[in-house]
């Protein structure tokens, strides 16, 4: 029905920078707000940072100043850019996002979907 295909992860010094992409795919009515999470091992997963569907963010206080999260709503795409990285943001990010779907019967039903995953390792 619906994807979540997050791609952009790997391997960088601290102080470098990725970009993050997470595109969603499938029987998509519309998008409501749409996420990243992240979960470093022994650790719970947390959020990162999120955006309506009218733009509006929320970041983590520990993000904030270098990430940046934006979607880009006639791809049905999140972004997240991330500089100045440090080794404590080493974790596998993931994205989720509230899609309404149309079902088989035509009917519309709202549900949280979440990517596969794409691991982030920022080394000393």
């Known amino acids: 029905q619906v994807q979540l295909v997050e791609s952009g992860g790997g391997l960088v010094q601290a102080g470098g920078s990725l970009r993050l992409s997470c595109a969603a795919s499938?029987?998509?009515?519309?998008?409501?707000?749409m996420g990243w999470y992240r979960q470093a091992p022994g650790k719970q997963r947390e959020l990162v940072a999120d955006?309506?569907?009218?733009?509006?963010?929320n970041y983590a206080e520990s993000v904030k100043g270098r990430f940046t999260i934006s979607r880009d709503n006639a791809k049905n795409t999140v972004y997240l850019q991330m500089n100045n990285l440090k080794p404590d943001d080493t974790a596998v990010y993931y994205c989720?996002?509230?899609?309404?779907?149309?079902?088989?019967?035509?009917?519309?039903?709202?549900?949280?979907?979440w990517g596969q995953g794409t691991q982030v390792t920022v080394s000393a």
């Open positions: 989720k996002a509230g899609i309404v779907v149309i079902m088989d019967t035509a009917a519309l039903t709202t549900n949280d979907y």
């Open positions: 499938g029987s998509i009515f519309s998008i409501n707000a």
């Open positions: 955006i309506t569907s009218g733009g509006t963010t």
